[in-house]
């Protein structure tokens, strides 16, 4: 699991960047690996540049580390709206 504070606080919070484009809770196809084909949800990204990875969970509930280049985003979550008091 990745131990920088400043990704994963992004990664909870639904901000994407060029790095680590995915957030928590994305629904991906798999690409390639052990369950090529499934759906799955994005749980936490696991490892950094240069190969950048993520632990998903597929509909059995079983869970997987899998590479970005083996992951295509199909439904993006929306990131929550807050509201600031005046």
């Given amino acids: 699991m990745i131990e920088n504070q400043e990704v994963m606080e992004a990664f909870y919070a639904g901000r994407r960047s060029a790095t680590y484009p995915l957030a928590v809770n994305d629904v991906v196809r ?3 690996g052990r369950k090529s084909g499934s ?3 994005v749980i936490s ?3 950094v540049a240069p190969v950048v990875s993520y632990l998903v969970e597929y509909g ?3 869970d997987d580390i899998v590479p970005l280049v083996a992951l295509e ?3 993006p979550i929306q990131p929550l709206e807050t509201t600031r008091g005046k």
């Fill in 73 to 75: 985003l199909k439904e």
């Fill in 45 to 47: 990204p696991q490892s």
């Fill in 39 to 41: 759906l799955a949800a």
């Fill in 30 to 32: 798999v690409k390639e």
């Fill in 60 to 62: 059995d509930g079983s």
